[in-house]
Nanobody, 115 residues
Framework: QVQLVESGGGLVQPGGSLRLSCAAS????????MNWYRQAPGKQRELVAT???????NYADSVKGRFTISRDNAKNTVYLQMNSLKFEDTAVYYC?????????WGQGTQVTVSS
């Protein structure tokens, strides 16, 4: 069955960096667009970054220039490199893909930016 497992979250100081990973299984990873979403307390879940099968990327305006999404098809893994982190980046980050009309989500990984 389709499974997405995130890792790499944690506590980081403002201006610091983290790299999130999402390991995928149960489908042909290289054939699907992959996404990162995040949800902060009391806020709507928002799309942070997207990477297509060809490697094209898109980012939310709030993270442009600071975050980079990438994928390693040989490892069935998508990454989110987060630099210059701000308090506003604090959220649970989720890996996402849509397959045959169904949305698949990872369990989420907590990122906390704090002094």
């Amino acid at each position: 069955q389709v499974q997405l497992v995130e890792s790499g979250g944690g506590l980081v100081q403002p201006g610091g960096s983290l790299r999130l990973s999402c390991a995928a299984s149960g489908f042909t990873f290289s054939s699907y667009t992959m996404n990162w979403y995040r949800q902060a307390p009391g806020k709507q879940r928002e799309l942070v970054a997207t990477i297509t099968t060809s490697g094209s990327t898109n980012y939310a305006d709030s993270v442009k220039g600071r975050f980079t999404i990438s994928r390693d098809n040989a490892k069935n893994t998508v990454y989110l490199q987060m630099n210059s982190l701000k308090f506003e980046d604090t959220a649970v980050y989720y890996c996402h893909s849509r397959r045959r009309g169904t949305d698949y989500w990872g369990q989420g990984t907590q990122v906390t930016v704090s002094s």
